[in-house]
């Protein structure tokens, strides 16, 4: 999973999860066999029934003005912000209405959201290595996160926090690593990443002081707090990935299989969104990695184009979840459910 910085910065980024294969196009007549960790999950998620999400809209404006939103995350206020890799903007919904109430274009930056401090909010450049800070709809400054970089290509993942911010950057050949920043993109603190790259695809999450670093391609999640580095297995994860993937593994196959996207963390859960080839699925999880729950789209069917990209999610006062879902194919829009736990 090599990315050449020759290559245009658009397709490097909108092919990030790509390049494995995804349920809807490997091929159907390939090995049943999984790992016996993911045969455990598998036996533990057929135990639990399927529940629904709940339809509040679809945000689908036009390709005037979404080609490709790639992050989404709701700020503390409610506010759903939305990136466009394509068209290089960040865009602020608010609930209930389809239309944008902010419009922020960041020239040439194929803009990843990178969360909220304060009234201001981020959005990271990868091709730059830095970060827009964005208040009041004005780019008050870019910030260069400091670290070593591979010299071509690789994957590089950026957060904001209450004191700075988060980095990850991995590549072939290259010595991964996971850290921590100021508030002007300098290392304070730096753990490595051993193993391959494509084992920390993903993009990062954090909960207090508490940096979760997604993986797309296994069932599992990084912890990282108080300079520790550990992963979480998802238990109860099941794809028809799963013997793909142990192909993968065991060399039998070029590209590891998307397992995940992306997840969030809400409440006491951490959601998942599990790719199936035409419908959401979100798998719900306890803070220690354990299902709690399996949740659907009303009416699942198969669509091979399907694609999302992103999951947010907020709880209500009540309780309850409003989830937030980019896709970019069949076309591109942001879904919205809602879902109170049983």
Known sequence: MVFHSRSSPYWLLASLFLTGCLPSSCSRNEPRSITPADSLSREYAQTFPVDTLTVLEAINPGMDELQYPRTLAYDANGLLWVTDTARHILLAFESGFVEPVERDTIPDSFPYLAGFRGKSVFAFSPA????????????????????????????????????????????????GYLALHDVDGEIVEQV?????????????????????????????????????????????????????????????????????????????????LNMRPGWAQLDVYDLEGQLQHLVTQPAPSFNQEYYPTDIAVRQLSDGSYEIAISVVKPEPRIERYSWSPR
Not at 141 to 158: A, C, D, H, M, S
Request: charged share 20%; hydrophobic share 40%.
């Open 128 to 175: 730059t290595h830095s970060v827009y800070e964005i208040t009041e709809g004005n780019i008050e400054r870019e910030i260069f996160i400091g670290g070593p970089v591979p010299e071509r290509g690789g994957l590089r993942y950026v957060t904001a926090t209450e004191t700075g911010f988060v980095s990850k950057v991995v590549a072939p050949e290259f010595e």
């Open 192 to 272: 490595a990443l051993p193993g391959p790259d494509w084992r920390y695809a993903g993009l990062l999450r954090t909960r207090g002081e508490v940096v979760y670093s997604l993986s797309g391609f296994r069932p599992m999640v990084d912890r990282y707090a108080n300079g520790s580095l550990d992963s979480l297995a998802l238990i109860g994860f099941d794809s028809p990935m799963l013997a793909r993937s142990l192909q993968f593994m065991n060399g039998d196959t070029h590209a590891p299989p998307l397992l995940s996207s992306s997840a969030d963390l809400a409440g006491d859960y951490i959601f998942v």
